[in-house]
């Protein structure tokens, strides 16, 4: 029981951590949508290397987490990051968070908590083996360069969220196999070393590559992308958890049932967030501009809601 109380404190810490850092993203994410593509003004922004920095600290809480609790139980937390970007967004933008954010915050906190209700008893610490580990990345990759194919402008970008969420899932499901690999308790036993070097190598470019890719999601706003990317994170890692490291739900199919209808209910949550008015975070320096043409206060705008006063 003591092990699962440190798992859930660390991977709400763990949410927190990534939260600040995609807000601060979200920020400098018009440094790439202002005359920069290829970013490398973000190298010289101090408020970047905060972002990593962020980033890297919810990282390293994450794996803690996962060393005292099993995945299904670690990844939908991991969800809890757009609920604490509400709040920071809304403070970095000087506003209050909406009656709508709201809903959708409590929507995705129950569905999280009937979700963490039927997590089943796996044993934390479980890991793949290295073989499973690099088939995992080999299938990844392909699966992220489905997702990339295409121009990103628009409703791409949510594309580039999902290859963003699954490319981080990923990452923290074979986090796992590299810790365990160290200790050389692997399944199977000891393996050459070079095996543990190249799943560490997947972890490292699974990681950035999901930085990297949710900001590039991020150019459009954050609220959309960052929804998608908390979905497509713990559905990954599930996926992972349940078909290849054995962990399931409690009370059989009733419990699937719950897991199915909690999944549900914090989907919709995250709709609701995605859509409530700043979501989690501001819009780009495209979409300031973009408002020097907004409609009057008091007439309908393009979908048909009669524009902010």
């Known amino acids: 029981m003591r092990a699962l109380v440190f798992a859930v404190v660390l991977s709400l810490a763990s949410a927190a951590g990534y939260a600040l850092g995609a807000v601060v993203q979200s920020r400098l994410a018009a440094v790439r949508a202002a005359g920069d593509p290829a970013g490398h003004g973000l190298l010289r922004q101090p408020l970047w290397w905060w972002a990593v920095g962020l980033n890297g600290l919810g990282a390293l809480l994450h794996v803690a ?7 299904t139980l670690v990844q939908p937390l991991g969800a809890l990051t757009l609920v604490a970007a509400l709040p920071l967004g809304a403070a970095y933008e000087r506003r209050r968070v909406g009656r709508a954010e709201w809903r959708g915050a409590l929507w995705t906190l129950g569905g999280l ?14 890991a793949l083996s290295t073989a ?63 095996q ?29 992308p960052l929804a998608v990317v908390n979905l497509a994170n713990p559905a990954a890692a599930a996926v992972i958890g ?46 300031s501009e973009a408002g020097a043409a907004a409609p009057a206060p008091g007439h309908p705008d393009a979908d048909g809601e009669p524009a902010a006063v």
Not at 113 to 126: F, M, N, R, T
């Open 242 to 287: 349940i078909a290849l490291l054995g962990e399931t739900f409690r009370a059989g199919p009733v419990g699937w049932l719950v897991a199915v209808a909690a999944a549900v209910a914090a989907g919709r949550g995250v709709l609701l967030l995605a859509a409530g008015r700043g979501g989690t975070g501001t819009g780009t320096a495209a979409e």
């Open 65 to 71: 987490a996962l060393h005292y609790g099993p995945l």
């Open 113 to 126: 908590l009937a979700l963490v209700s039927v997590v089943g008893p796996a044993a934390p610490g479980e």
């Open 196 to 224: 543990t070097v190249a799943v560490a190598g997947l972890v490292a470019v699974f990681a950035t590559g999901g930085m990297l890719l949710s900001q590039m999601a991020f150019r459009d706003g954050l609220a959309a």
């Open 132 to 194: 499973e580990a690099l088939l995992v990345g080999a299938a990844t990759a392909l699966l992220i360069a489905a997702l990339l194919r295409g121009r990103p402008a628009g409703r791409g970008r949510l594309r580039y969220a999902g290859a963003a969420g699954v490319a981080s899932g990923v990452a923290s499901a074979l986090t796992p196999t590299v810790t365990v690999a160290l200790t050389r308790a692997l399944p199977g036993g000891p393996v050459p070393w070079w």
